[in-house]
């Protein structure tokens, strides 16, 4: 374990200063542990998130920090806290709405008509890179009110929402938000899937137990071996995460993606994440909505 200091009001207030070496070490690191391009734009943002870490464990430098970083026990230790500092977890309800409405009028009748996905099967989605569950339970609010309206039959749904990062996830399981949070939901659909917070939690909102039930929450790092991953997916949402990737790093992870995609499966990306002149099995349906060709 590296040298401590003991004085704990001048912790509270110092501040190290990252030095070129030390960025260096920490973002060769962060790319190749997460595939996270730390430019040296950067450099100021992971100094500043990075300092609650040091003064957590009372280290007095970032050279410091970084050898424990790397070393056994920090790999085993700190890697998971250094990645829930290092991501960025910005996500809403209904975040990019046109993508629900591709998903509720064309991709689900399609997959229905082509596969019986959700009848002679249960349909499975995928949100990659969920954050704090606005992407998964938007997903399972959409597809329980694509149920009611199937006539005739049952529709069954699953969603596995996975995550790089501890602290969202766990975030996500208690499905627990502030009120401004779910503002973009419709007032029908907060009061069939919210439940209100009483007494001290008055502001607060909860996922219904119903909804939460067909949401599964599993830490998986893209860049980590093989995904441990039997289920074959009908739609993937990865939106605004690879964004944060190098070029030769998305394309192999999109490449994985559609091994785990069935024949005719949906992909849906961020706004701003193109696949073009990647070489893989996908058509474009829509502008950043792809699909496995047969
Ligand atoms: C900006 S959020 C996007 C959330 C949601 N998909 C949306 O569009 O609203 C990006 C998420 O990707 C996750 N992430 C970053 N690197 C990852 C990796 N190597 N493996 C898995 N998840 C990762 C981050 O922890 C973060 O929660």
Redesign the pocket.
Known sequence: MPEVMNDNSYMNTFKAALSERDFKRLSKFIHSE???KMPDSKKTMLESRLQKRLRRLKLASFTEYCDYLFSPQGIENELVHMIDVV??????FF?EPGHFDYLAQKALPELIAVHGAGIRKELMVW?A???TG??PYTLAIVLSEFAERCPGFKFRYLILA????TE?LEKAKHGIYEHDKVNPLPPGMKKKYLLRGKNKSSGLVRIAPDLRSNVRFRR????EGDFGMREHMDII?C???II?FDRPTQEKLLSRFCSHLGPGGYIFM?HSETLHGMNLPLLQVAPTIYRKQK
Request: net charge negative; proline share 0%.
């Open positions: 997460c595939g996270i991501t960025t977890n910005k996500t809403d975040r949100s890179g969920c954050s606005e992407e996975t995550d790089i990062s969202v998986l790092n893209f860049l949402f939106r605004n995460v944060y961020g």
